[in-house]
């Protein structure tokens, strides 16, 4: 209402006025005149040909002007207050090539939404997995083979190598590729996820049943460790990282995994983590569009 009448008063004329506001003059002169009967003063003296303020639509106008720019500003503020987005998104990852992916993404989208930010935890599949479940993480990385059926996910670029670390004096360290022969004849550190543990198997072939495993675990850095000093070879996937003494020597035949990008199909996100998903789907799609 006082938009209209700062219209009018601006104009000095009932039918301008309408035709700016889309009204037609007859609803426009309704609204004025339901205006002057909620204050019980007169705001205008009409003529023939133009309206003029009395010294109480004068004053309404200052403080009318007032209001507007108020309202205005506020609305603006409110607006800009929705528009940047804040909070925080919990994500899973475990060790692996595509967390630098994984950065890419989670730069890309702080860039836009600085006021974000990111708890990451890190663990194998499953440990994500369960914290997904349990509400404590809103999306995770997760290395295949993983049962994703309860999940919403999109797969992310590249594909992980498998190989074998493996001291420097070692005879191995010399080989460009290692097969199941070679790894079925020296002591071996698995990943402790069953999953995993089986897809090396089947990698094995009939070499499986002669494997000398020394230890499982998760944490490459401890696993690293423990191989230089004992001399078990590593099975891992190659994270482009130095360990001194040791060395990555890639399986042949070759054998990779992949990675997704998951969470809960049925669950409630904050506006940070709605945003980061929405995000996360539109990033990968484009990402693959422009690799292709």
């Known amino acids: 209402m006082l938009k209209y009448f700062l219209l009018v008063a601006r104009e000095e004329n009932i039918t301008k006025a309408a035709n700016l506001l889309h009204l037609t003059q007859p609803t426009l002169s309704r609204q004025l005149m339901q205006l ?14 133009r309206i003029i303020l009395t010294e109480e639509g004068m004053l309404l ?9 108020l309202a205005d500003k506020t609305k603006d503020d ?9 909070g925080t998104v919990a994500v899973g ?20 939404n600085p006021l974000v930010s990111f708890a990451i935890y890190s663990g194998n599949s499953d440990n994500i997995k369960e914290r997904i479940e349990r509400g404590l993480l809103d999306v995770g990385l997760l290395q295949e083979p993983v049962d994703i059926t309860k999940y919403r996910f999109v797969r992310t670029p590249g594909r992980e190598q498998w ?23 020296v002591p071996l550190i698995l990943p ?7 897809e090396l198997l089947n990698w094995f072939g009939p070499y499986a049943e002669r494997l000398h495993v020394t230890a499982t675990g998760n944490l490459l850095y401890n696993l690293a460790s423990l191989a230089r000093d004992c001399g078990s070879g ?8 130095t360990y001194p003494g040791l060395r990555f020597v890639p399986l042949d035949p070759a054998l990779e995994s992949n990675t997704v990008l998951v969470w809960k199909k049925a669950q409630t996100f904050s506006a940070a983590a709605a945003a980061f998903l929405t995000f996360s789907e539109k990033y990968i799609s484009e990402y693959n569009i422009w690799s292709f």
Do not use: M, W, Y
């Open 36 to 49: 002057e009967e909620e204050l019980g003063v007169q705001l205008f003296r009409r003529s023939k040909h």
């Open 61 to 69: 106008r200052r403080r009318a002007e007032e209001i507007v720019a």
């Open 163 to 185: 190989g074998v670390l493996v001291r420097e004096d070692s005879e191995l360290a010399s080989r460009e590729r290692v097969g199941p022969a070679d790894l079925a004849a």
């Open 78 to 86: 409110l607006q800009r207050r929705e528009q940047q987005l804040s």
């Open 93 to 112: 990852s475990g060790e692996l090539q595509s967390s630098r992916f994984l950065a890419q993404l989670l730069t890309a989208f702080q860039e836009k």
């Open 192 to 198: 402790e996820r069953e999953t995993v543990q089986n």
């Open 234 to 241: 590593v099975l891992t996937l190659n994270l482009d990282c």
